[in-house]
């Protein structure tokens, strides 16, 4: 029997990420998530990790090192991971190792927004330009370490989408211990615009690869949103 971490598609529900939602991804709820993979793994993590900080301490130094976020970052999460018990810390470990994107938390209570292009406070000449953008942050222990970004440039009238100009996506930060790189697409139907990013995550730990996709998505019908989205593929 496979066993799946509560909280490695804690974004897929009804196959999309909602634009509002509840911001309770805290360490209680994740350890929770956590305990229950050690639980569900066949022989679980040893009786003499669990009760060894130092080794703990030691691994996760490595991990985030591996992460190469800035230095404040790796003293946040230092300090975070200094603040869970011995038991606490293997079980986190013990999910990193199983299903590193389940230690991963995202920000579900992202929401694009969107811009008139101006100059000088006046519109331009191409009055119906505007900008979409849609962070949304990815962290551990509620720390940011990266944001996946979409940007969406398009000409429209209030209720129609009349071109697409540009649609870019990218990631900053560390995620994680993931590295990705995105693509994008964009089209216009029946009025509404749409920029689609895919951003392509990998990670390879102790000889075992893992890989997940992640789409990145926003619609626009004229200047008002119609969907966006951040979901697992």
């Not at 038991?87 to 389940?102: C, I, K, M, N, Y």
Request: charged share 15%; aromatic share 8%; proline share 3%.
């Amino acid at each position: 029997m496979t066993c799946m971490h509560p909280l490695a598609h804690a974004d897929e529900k009804n196959g999309t990420m909602p634009m509002k939602s509840l911001r309770n991804r805290n360490a209680a709820r994740f350890l929770i998530g956590t305990a229950a993979v050690a639980l569900c793994s066949l022989g679980g993590v040893p009786a003499a990790n669990a009760e060894t900080p130092v080794a703990s301490d030691t691994a996760f130094e490595a991990l985030v090192s591996g992460m190469k976020v800035d230095d404040t970052t790796h003293d946040a999460l230092i300090e975070r991971f200094d603040d869970l018990t011995a038991s606490e810390q293997a079980r986190f470990l013990h999910a990193a190792a199983t299903d590193p994107l389940s230690v991963l938390e995202f920000d579900e209570g992202a929401e694009p927004s969107i811009a008139s292009d101006t100059e000088g406070g006046r519109s331009r000449a191409a009055s119906s330009r505007y900008t979409a953008t849609y962070p949304v942050n990815a962290s551990m222990f509620g720390i940011t370490t990266g944001t996946f970004n979409l940007r969406y440039v398009f000409e429209a009238t209030p209720t129609t989408v009349t071109r697409n100009l540009e649609c870019t996506g990218w990631f900053s930060g560390a995620g994680g211990v993931w590295s990705v790189n995105s693509t994008a697409n964009h089209y216009v139907s029946g009025g509404s615009g749409t920029c689609s990013v895919m951003h392509r995550m990998s990670f390879l730990y102790q000889g075992s690869a893992w890989s997940a996709n992640k789409q990145h998505q926003v619609t626009y019908r004229g200047i008002n949103l119609v969907s966006g989205w951040l979901k697992n593929v």
